[in-house]
C-alpha cells in the first residue's frame, strides 16, 4: 500500500502537473486524478504520473446511481469511455460510497435497486479491467431521523458485493467508519487485498464516542488521536493491501491554507502515523 493525495479531498487547488510534483517531493507515492483533465490528455496525464514516480489513486464512480432511473442511465451511458480513460492511465480503482439510510425505499428493495445499478456499472468497468469499491458509512449519526435504515457495517457492504457477483467488487475501507461502526482488528483481519479496493484514513473529533461522531467533522491521521490509526495500517498491511491510502479530514482548516501549505501539512500528518505504524 502507498500514501495518496486527493487534492480535492483538502481543497488544494494546483495545477495537476505542479500538484504532482509537489506531492512527490513531500512523500506521497500517489494522486489522485481529475477525470476531466484526464480526458483531455490521457496520455499526458500519464506522463506526469511516471516522471514523478507516481501511483494513481481511486477515481470517484462518475455515475449517479442514488436518484431516479433517467439520472441513472445518463451516467452510465457515459461510464465505458471514462474507463477506457482510466485504463490508458493505468488507474483501475474505482470508489464509491452508499448512503446508510433512505426516505423512500425500505431495506430489501433499496438492496435490489443498489444490487442492480452497481451491477451495471461494475459489468462496464471489469470490461476495461478496473475494480470498484463500495464505502459503508458507520456514522449512527446519519441515520437518525429517516425513514429506513440501509448498509453500515463492513459484513453487510460485503454481502451486497458479493450479491451484485462480478468479481471485481470490494470496499472502500475508511478508518472513520471502521471506527463509528464499532470496528476491530479482527474485522480487518476478515479482508483481503481483493475484498479492499481503496483506502481512505481520517481521524475523529475529540471528546465524542463512535456513536456519537458527526461524518463531516473529522480530523487529519493523528491529529486528536481518537482513532487507533496504528491497528488500522498495520491490519491493512498484514492483509497484503496493496492499493492507495488516502487522508479525506472534512478540514476547513487546510481548505483555508494557500495550496502548497495545505498539501504539506497533510503529507506530515499520514506520514507520521505511517512512520508509528512501522511500515
Known amino acids: 500500500m502507498y500514501p495518496a493525495l486527493s487534492p480535492g479531498m483538502i481543497g488544494a487547488e494546483l495545477p495537476f ?17 481529475d477525470l476531466t483533465a484526464a480526458a483531455e490528455d490521457p496520455d499526458g496525464v500519464r506522463r506526469v504520473l511516471e516522471v514523478n514516480k507516481l501511483a494513481p489513486a481511486a477515481w470517484g464512480l462518475p455515475v449517479e446511481f442514488r436518484r431516479d432511473d433517467d439520472t441513472f442511465r445518463k451516467g452510465l451511458s457515459g461510464l465505458p469511455e471514462v474507463a477506457k480513460t482510466a485504463k490508458v492511465i ?24 443498489h444490487k442492480t445499478r452497481l451491477r451495471a456499472c461494475a459489468e462496464v468497468l471489469a470490461e476495461h479491467d478496473c475494480r470498484l469499491g463500495l464505502e459503508f458509512v458507520g456514522t449512527g449519526t446519519m441515520r437518525k431521523g429517516h425513514a429506513h435504515e440501509f ?10 458485493c458479493e450479491a451484485i ?5 470490494g470496499l472502500l ?39 456519537e461522531q458527526i461524518d463531516n467533522e473529522r480530523r487529519l491521521p493523528g491529529e486528536s488521536g481518537v482513532i487507533d490509526l496504528t491497528t488500522f495500517l498495520q491490519g491493512l498491511q498484514q492483509i497484503g493491501y496493496t492499493g492507495p491510502v488516502t487522508p479525506e479530514p472534512f478540514s476547513q482548516r487546510l481548505r483555508e491554507m494557500p495550496p502548497d501549505e495545505a498539501v504539506r501539512t497533510t503529507a506530515k500528518a499520514l506520514l507520521k502515523v505511517w512512520e508509528q505504524a512501522d511500515l
Open 90 to 113: 493505468g488507474a483501475l480503482r474505482y470508489a464509491t460510497w452508499i448512503l446508510p439510510f433512505s426516505d423512500e425505499r425500505p431495506f430489501e428493495e433499496n438492496f435490489d435497486v
Open 165 to 169: 457477483g462480478t468479481g471485481n467488487l
Open 173 to 211: 475501507f475508511d478508518s472513520f467508519h471502521w471506527y463509528t461502526s464499532h470496528g476491530t482488528r479482527d474485522d480487518i483481519h476478515k479482508l483481503s487485498d481483493a475484498l479492499v479496493v481503496d483506502v481512505h484514513i481520517n481521524d475523529a473529533a475529540e471528546g465524542r464516542g463512535p456513536n
Open 17 to 33: 502537473e505542479e500538484c504532482a510534483r509537489l506531492a512527490a517531493e513531500v512523500g506521497f507515492k500517489g494522486i489522485a486524478v
Open 151 to 160: 448498509i453500515h457495517t463492513q459484513d453487510g457492504m460485503l454481502e451486497l
